[in-house]
């Protein structure tokens, strides 16, 4: 059976994961609208974008967490009214929505992994204005609507911070990296292929609408990442230095402890949650990109 696809964002790094995710799916049509295609801030042209498609994937949120402290109406008119016109739109048309979210929808000072229902407590712009959204799916697409929350996404297809500590690696002998802040990388070609699943099974029945954790297994530091990285890469891990978060103070409060904890939702699916994060980080960086970005690095080039 043929189904219609539609990824928001699609010129993000997770929205071109999950295009090419989609593309070697024979049964599946795919449309890929990006920021200059579709303006999430209007209800018509949300509409007009899902009509005629069975799922919306959508990876168009505001990424920059530290620039909605600065401008938290556009921030906010794209995580939360954006997201409310999409969703209405999804209900009109009987389509299935898989919306991307974070883990800035929590506080990140329990020092205990968070539940797929654990209350929501954000302390930025950022989180205020991405519980807007999750609402709003849970709202209006109680049996159709499915919030994936990630953390610390990476790949080849936008900044992020493994490509920063790979690119800096080749200009400077050391790095200083927060070491008090939790989290789960997580490559954003696996949760392509999961969102790609999840997809699946909601439209044959056997994913029940809600909440979904879609992160690696495990948890390190922003340092521990770093450290690995470089070792994976072939770089010496000594060359990273801890340091507290208020040695580099951001914009944008970020979770100390933002580990995103029982991925049960997945298991009730029938689908196996993502692998360990340094497993999914070693097999990225074992792709063609990553591997020329950490040749590069080893030569300074």
């Known amino acids: 059976m043929t189904t219609r696809w539609l990824v928001t964002g699609a010129g993000g790094m997770l929205g071109r994961d999950v295009l090419a995710e989609l593309a070697a799916d024979p049964d599946a049509v795919v449309t890929g609208v990006g920021r200059d295609q579709f303006d999430l801030t209007r209800p018509a042209a949300a509409h007009a974008a899902v009509a005629g498609h069975h799922v919306v994937v959508d990876c168009a949120a505001w990424p920059d967490v530290d620039r909605a402290e600065e401008v938290e109406a556009a921030a906010a008119a794209a995580n939360g009214p954006g997201v409310r016109h999409l969703a209405r739109a999804c209900a009109g048309s009987g389509t299935i929505l898989l919306h991307v979210s974070t883990d800035d929808v929590f506080s990140g000072d329990t020092g205990e992994p968070y539940p797929e229902d654990a209350p929501t407590r954000p ?62 990388p997580t490559w954003s070609r696996a949760l392509a292929r999961q969102l790609a699943a999840l997809g699946r099974a909601a439209l044959a029945g056997r994913a029940p609408a809600g909440v979904y954790h879609g992160t690696a297994a495990g948890r390190t530091t922003w340092y521990g990442l770093a450290r690995e990285t470089f070792r994976l890469s072939g770089l010496d891990p000594e060359r990273i230095r801890p340091v507290g978060s208020a040695v580099l103070p951001r914009p944008a409060t970020r979770p100390a402890f933002g580990v995103l904890g029982e991925h049960g939702s997945w298991s009730r699916t029938g689908l196996v949650p993502l692998p360990p994060w340094d497993a999914l980080l070693a097999a990225a960086l074992d792709t063609p990109v990553f591997a020329a970005m950490a040749a590069a690095a080893r030569t300074g080039g």
Not at 129 to 158: F, I, K, M, N
Not at 171 to 178: H, K, N, P, Q
Request: aromatic fraction near 8%; charged fraction near 25%.
């Open 123 to 184: 302390v930025d712009a950022h989180g205020r204005d991405t519980v807007a959204g999750e609402q709003a799916v849970a709202e209006l697409l109680p049996r159709s609507g499915y919030v994936v929350r990630t953390a610390w996404l990476y790949g080849v297809h936008g900044p992020n911070f493994v490509t920063t500590m790979l690119e800096l690696a080749a200009r400077r002998e050391t790095l200083d990296v927060v070491a008090d802040q939790y989290g789960r």
